[in-house]
């Protein structure tokens, strides 16, 4: 059973980049299918970015396209999001899930495996 663990969020200033970082123990993060979940504070949790086991194909909500990067590191058995020009309106709590040999993106329901969030804060 894998687990996951984000790292990487904080405070910044808008227009700043990150990256959020998603370790994986237990298994072999490479044959999972990674998702980045988003939720702010009094909405829903919403997809963010994903990214397949197989081909690593990647897919990606239409409000951050362009400014959003998922990619795998399977040296150290992680995937990252990096994130540029960051708004204020990114600021969340950020999630990894995974599914084992997944594609790019499934509803939230859809994936066992979850870690326990970082916060990003985007002061403007």
């Known amino acids: 059973q894998v687990q996951l663990v984000e790292s990487g969020g904080g405070l910044v200033q808008a227009g700043d980049s990150l990256k959020l970082f998603c370790a994986a123990s237990g298994a072999t993060l490479s044959t999972y299918g990674v998702a980045w979940f988003r939720q702010a504070l009094g909405k829903e949790r919403e997809f963010v970015a994903g990214i397949a086991w197989s081909d690593s194909r990647t897919d990606y909500a239409d409000s951050v396209k362009g400014r959003f990067t998922i990619a795998r590191d399977n040296g150290k058995n992680t995937v990252y999001l990096e994130i540029n020009s960051l708004k204020a309106e990114d600021t969340a709590v950020y999630y990894c899930?995974?599914?084992?040999?997944?594609?790019?993106?499934?509803?939230?329901?859809?994936?066992?495996?979850w870690g326990q969030g970082t916060q990003v804060t985007v002061s403007s």
């Open positions: 899930a995974s599914r084992e040999f997944g594609g790019p993106r499934y509803v939230g329901s859809q994936y066992p495996y």
